[in-house]
Every structure is written in C-alpha cells, then in structure tokens.
C-alpha cells in the first residue's frame, strides 16, 4: 500500500467524497505531494504508530502536514491530536502540524483543539468551489510557504 516515498500529508477524514475532492484538490495544486488519506481515527493513529495495516512504516517518516477532521469513527480527532502532542518532545511527530478541517463550529471545540495542541483550525465551506479553493490554500501555505525545523 505503502512506496518508500516520504509522505508529505495524511488526510484523516470518514467522509469519502469530501477525503477524495481533499487529495484530488491537494494534488492538483502541490507538485510532486504524496498524499495518504485514511477514514478514521483509529487507522490515522495505526499509520502514525506504524501499527497494524501499516507496519512496513516502521522507522518511517512522519508526515509534513496532518489534515485532520474532529468528528470520527473510531479514535476522534481529539484522541489522535492529543496522542501526537502528548509524546516525548524529541519525537519528530511532535513537530508535524496538525491542522483541524472540521465542520464544527462551535468555541469550544475551536477552543479545545488549540489547547491539546492544533497548529490551525479550518472551518469546512459549504461550497463545494470554496472547499477547494481552502484546501488548495491550506495545502500550499503548509507545504510551500512555511518554514520547518529541520
């Protein structure tokens, strides 16, 4: 399932036509992205972990960006954030941002994602034009714009 390429982003999303327009939106617009995307928290936290289905990831990369939806099956949003952030700080995961794609709207889980760690909190757009357009936005500013620490 898994080539010897670094992974650039994980998409972590249950919705299959939204977690299909994201990779299609991101490859479209990032050259030369390798993106994974799985369907729920449980599965995102076994690629993280190099864990079951994804055990040939062991002594992997991690990814660059994490896209992260709040509401799914399985491990929630909050549980795979707070297991990424709550790991030795010299772990190199510590250091991938994380950026919740949710369609919440409400302070407190804004609130909440930011103290267990979040780098950014996106709101869905209804449009279909305009969640492309903030996924595209999203993409290249992590991937191109900002700076990492090496």
């Not at 479209?28 to 190099?50: K, M, P, Q, Y």
Request: charged residues 25%; hydrophobic residues 40%.
């Amino acid at each position: 399932m898994l080539n010897d390429e670094p992974v650039d982003i994980l998409v972590v999303e249950d919705n299959d036509s939204e977690r299909a327009s994201i990779v299609e939106s991101l490859q479209a617009s990032i050259r030369n992205v390798h993106v994974v995307a799985v369907h729920d928290g449980t599965e995102a936290l076994d690629f993280l972990f190099a864990r079951g289905a994804w055990t040939d990831r062991v002594g992997g990369d991690p990814p660059r960006l994490i896209l992260l939806d709040l509401a799914l099956p399985g491990a929630d949003g909050f549980s795979v954030l707070g297991q990424i952030r709550s790991l030795d700080a010299k772990d190199a995961l510590t250091l991938t941002p994380v950026v919740i794609f949710s369609d919440s709207e409400a302070a407190s889980d804004i609130t909440r994602s930011y103290r267990c760690g979040a780098n950014s909190y996106i709101i869905k757009p209804v449009s279909f034009p305009d969640f492309q357009a903030i996924v595209k936005t999203v993409g290249q500013y992590w991937m191109t714009n900002n700076r990492r620490s090496s």
